[in-house]
């Protein structure tokens, strides 16, 4: 089975420029988490949704924006870039929002801001 | 709140000798606690979870990790290091009744060969 894909795998963007990532879950996941992981640091939450809502955001500004689809895949959206939003983007799948299920993460798309 | 330290931003053991990354962790409730490694380049991996009763945990590779309530820790063990375990490590909490995940701040596990 596939696991989590996200695309692309590189983007390089200058500051104030808009930038959109993608996100398909595995097969049967209806739940999808966004997270930011600056060089050095563990991943910081930036958003979940379930079931095409929004569960839970994290303590990102109003530049930061995703959506569901109804095929469970998800989309990451970013405007107005700044130099600090460089970092790697990861999607995260899981079975249910909550409990003890463990997400799944794909390998990110690393995002470079000049 | 929710809160997760690792208090070693890197551990050197050498191949064969047992290895230990420490995580603690403060939440309300009953904790889900999780650990997963990157590798260079990669996404996170899932190693093992919590399971409630459980204070030791058997995981993927050979790892496992030993609950302590008192201590509020959920260190991840492994009998016998291998050169390929050398990876960034994290440790996350998620709180009962919660949606997101908590990282810590990772440790980098080096085994010398």
């Known amino acids: 089975d596939a696991g989590v894909t996200q695309s692309p795998t590189h983007l390089i963007k200058t500051r104030g420029q808009q930038v959109t990532l993608r996100c398909s879950p595995i097969s049967g996941h209806k739940s999808v988490s966004w997270y930011q992981q600056v060089l050095g640091q563990g991943p910081q939450f930036i958003f979940q949704y379930y079931e095409k809502e929004e569960r839970g955001r994290g303590n990102f500004p109003d530049r930061f924006s995703a959506r569901q689809f109804p095929n469970y895949s998800s989309e990451l959206n970013v405007n107005a870039l700044l130099l600090g939003d460089s970092a790697l983007y990861l999607c995260?799948?899981?079975?249910?929002?909550?409990?003890?299920?463990?997400?799944?993460f794909g390998d990110g798309t690393r995002l470079s801001i000049l | 709140a929710q809160s997760v330290a690792q208090p070693e931003d890197q551990v050197n053991v050498a191949e064969g000798n047992p290895l230990t990354v420490k995580c603690t962790y403060s939440v309300s409730g009953n904790p889900y606690l999780f650990w997963y490694v990157q590798y260079p380049n990669r996404g996170l991996q899932f190693l093992l979870k919590?399971?409630?009763?459980?204070?030791l945990v058997k995981g993927s590779y050979g790892f496992e990790a030993e609950f302590n309530k008192s201590q509020t820790s959920f260190h991840l063990k492994k009998p016998s290091a291998l050169v390929s375990d050398s990876a960034l490590y994290f440790c996350?909490?998620?709180?009962?009744?919660?949606?997101?995940?908590?990282f810590g701040t990772g440790t980098r596990l080096k085994v010398l060969a």
């Open positions: 996350a909490v998620r709180g009962t009744g919660t949606y997101k995940y908590i």
């Open positions: 995260a799948s899981s079975l249910l929002s909550e409990g003890n299920q463990p997400q799944h």
């Open positions: 919590y399971i409630t009763g459980d204070n």
